[in-house]
């Protein structure tokens, strides 16, 4: 089993930056992917960021320059710098850990861009 804990949502003006923040417990094995989904309000759950524990990363093209996820192996911890957020990237964000052909979410954190 793994645990996600999400923490950093909430509500910024358009323009704005939020750094959410995923640890992770339990059993964490080598060669699993990290990433950030969101959902927004009538919209189906999607892809935003991931990170392999091998390196790379790979992006939503809405958030292509904007966004910056990183990962620190030794805390198991996954952060995604938000920066220039717009109001549609306002959505609940979920945490995943694919370990094992298993996939993993954390509770959700909401993140709201208005003025």
């Known amino acids: ?3 996600l804990v999400e923490s950093g949502g909430g509500l910024v003006q358009p323009g704005g930056s939020l750094r959410l923040s995923c640890a992770a ?6 060669g699993n992917v990290m990433g950030w989904y969101r ?6 759950r999607e892809l935003v960021a991931e990170i392999p524990s091998g390196g790379g990363t790979n992006y939503a093209d809405s958030v292509k320059g904007r966004f910056t996820i990183s990962r620190d192996n030794a ?7 938000m920066n220039s957020l717009k109001p549609e990237d306002t959505a609940v964000y979920y945490c995943n850990a694919y370990v094992n052909a298993i996939n993993y979410w954390g509770q959700g954190t909401q993140v709201t861009v208005s003025s």
Do not use: C, D, M, W
């Open 1 to 3: 089993q793994v645990q």
């Open 25 to 30: 417990s339990g059993r964490i094995f080598r």
């Open 75 to 81: 805390k198991n911890t996954v952060y995604l710098e």
């Open 39 to 44: 959902q927004a309000p009538g919209k189906e």
